[in-house]
Every structure is written in C-alpha cells, then in structure tokens.
C-alpha cells in the first residue's frame, strides 16, 4: 500500500510540474487522435449520410457491416497495416511503418465505423418532414442535405466525440505500427505499459491519471451531446 501511496504521490507531482517528457507524450497522444478523428469525421460524416439517406439494394447488410465493425479488435487493425507496410508488405517501400502517420492511419481506421455508424442512426432518428419541407421549399440537394445535418447537429459532435474516445485510449494499433519509440511514436498508452513493465510505476501513474481523464471529459460531453439530441 506504501508503494502505491508513493507512486501516486510522485505522478501527482510529475503533472503538477509538467514534466517534459510526460508532456510531449500526452501532446502527442492528442495531436495523433485529433488528426485521426478529424480525417475519419470527414469521410464518414458524408459517408453515414448517404447510407441513411438514401435507399439501395445491400443498405441492410452494410449498416450491419459498420455495426460489427464497431467492436473490431485494434490488434486485427495493427496486424493488418503490419502486413502492409513491413519491409516485406507490398507498402513496405513507403517507409511508413513505425512514423506518426501511419498511426494516424490506424487511429482513422478505428474511428471510422463508430462515426459513421453513429451518424446513420443520428440522421434516421431525425424527423421526416425537415427534408420534405427543405425540398418544398425550393432547396436543392446539397441545401438539403445541410438542412438535414444541422438538424442532427448535437447528435454528430456526439459520434465525433465517440470517435475521439475509441481512438485516444487504443494501444494495440499504437504498439504494433507505431513502435513505442520515445519522442517520436510513443503515445500515454503504450508508454503506460512500458513504464509499467520498467518498473517506472509514478511515472506510467501520471499518464493514466491524465488518460483518465481525457476519457471522462470525452464521456462528459458525449452523454451531453446525446442528451441535446432530443
């Protein structure tokens, strides 16, 4: 118990000074997830509103797609982009393997059927008569489609923000493609399971209190934009 009062103690302090390296590994965490959450907002956003919006032979089965894609393993998607860019992978003449951007292509990777699953239901859950009121009203499809995504607008920041959640506290993607390379790939969560297994437990304490935190602020806010929804 003394052991874990110490540590606690010690990381408390290590933030409370802003520890350099404590720091840059948390920026870095951020400046990945963000970039990575920004990208797949960007495609799937669009991408969940025209499967919503619009009625074609296989919507059934690629909603269930994106549904099951949710809970997909983040060390399927590490192994699978391993496979791609290692030296013997047909990207391997890239030079991806171990940088930042291909963690962000991870990170995309994950993001993307949470927001677009989420945007589907957020734009069936809104009401029938905003699109045919648009429409009656002179607008054309693209003012439509805006009109549509304003009116969902409280339930889509909360599929961005879900997005952020799932992507900010993944280790096995980071691990396997991004290396664990201090000052260059290693982000909180794979530094915490190194520092762990150093034996450096105040310091791995600091990021874990700081990723848990990150992670009640995103479900703070998740649970707030849902609840505008209604």
């Not at 103690?9 to 959450?37: F, P």
């Not at 990777?109 to 648009?134: C, F, G, N």
């Not at 450096?200 to 703070?220: D, K, P, Q, R, W």
């Amino acid at each position: 118990m003394e052991y874990l009062w110490e540590g606690i103690q010690r990381a408390i302090v290590l933030i409370i000074s802003l520890d350099s390296e404590v720091c840059r590994t948390v920026l870095l965490s951020l400046r990945i997830s963000l970039t990575a959450t920004l990208l797949a907002s960007l495609v799937g956003v669009p991408v969940g509103f025209l499967i919503s919006a619009h009625e074609f032979t296989f919507k059934r089965p690629v909603i269930t797609l994106f549904n099951t894609l949710l809970s997909i393993p983040t060390v399927v998607v590490g192994l699978f982009l391993y496979s791609l860019l290692s030296k013997r992978g047909p990207l391997g003449p890239l030079d991806l393997l171990f940088t930042p951007p291909v963690m962000v292509i991870g990170q995309f990777i994950l993001a993307i059927p949470i927001i677009t699953a989420l945007t589907i239901s957020a734009i069936q859950m809104v009401d029938p008569r905003v699109k045919w009121t648009a429409m009656t009203l002179g607008a054309g499809p693209v003012r439509t489609a805006l009109t549509v995504l304003s009116e969902a607008r409280f339930a889509l920041t909360g599929a961005v923000i879900a997005g952020f959640g799932r992507v900010i506290a993944e280790v096995g993607t980071a691990m396997m493609v991004g290396g664990n390379i201090k000052g260059y790939t290693r982000v909180m969560t794979t530094a915490i399971a190194l520092e762990t297994s150093k034996g450096e437990f105040a310091f791995a304490l600091s990021l874990g209190f700081i990723l848990l935190m990150v992670a009640l602020s995103v479900n703070i806010l998740f649970h707030y934009f849902q609840g505008k929804r209604g």
